[in-house]
């Protein structure tokens, strides 16, 4: 490297220039893309909205706003975009997935964040439904911290986990009560979203140990695990 002070503007000169002309290159356009944690058809609104954007060189590229555009697809929680000079784009995007659907319209779904969002078409058979009064339901699905939606997820994982190759149905009622209609058994009474592991214990324990009273009752109620009612 030189010692001259004059070399080192130079070479100075010379840096700036070259970052000024790679920032400026169509080279440095996102003309290839790749794109993570994406569904098929988040893929292709990503595509669709980078496509607008191939002549542009990254540095001119608005990513605030193409952020913004991606984000608005129902199914993007949160979008994060880099490129190289390359021309090479990066985004990794985060999905949401249906853990429960409203049992009168399949589409309206709580993601794994226990939101409500809607899909583009109804989930499948596979996703658990939930009958819910139209009070928990958000007004234009915006986002309410107090819905305690995440809670029902939980409840109903845990039973489910007891019956791993069935789909149920979790109930709400407008006090907040969890139920359930057990496969080839009673209604599960679950109370409030509390105490999930307390009840999922007691309710394994009358599966194993008391089969054939399980399988005529018409309910258990496990709002206060340490009492549970068995209705014959």
Known sequence: MPSHPASLWLWAGFGLS??????????TAPRQMTVEGATEE?????AERFARQINTPWFWVPRTRLQAEIEAHPRVVQAELTSNVFGRAFVEVVTRQPQLCRD?????????FGEWYRESAPAPDS????QVPDEFIPF????????????????YERVRNKFPDETLALAVDARGVLSL???KGPR????????????AKVLGEFLTNEPEKMASAKVLN??????????P
């Open 222 to 231: 496990l709002s206060v695990p340490e009492r549970p009612t068995l209705v």
């Open 42 to 46: 988040v893929r292709q609104h990503v």
């Open 18 to 27: 070259t970052l000024a002309g790679l920032l400026a290159s169509p080279a």
């Open 127 to 130: 996703v658990g439904r939930v």
């Open 188 to 199: 599960l009474i679950l109370g409030t979203a509390t105490r999930l592991d307390e009840k």
């Open 140 to 155: 234009n699905l915006a986002v309410i911290g107090t819905l305690p939606a995440k809670s029902w997820i939980d409840a």
């Open 181 to 183: 209609q057990l496969p």
């Open 104 to 112: 009168t319209d399949a589409a309206l779904c709580l993601d794994q």
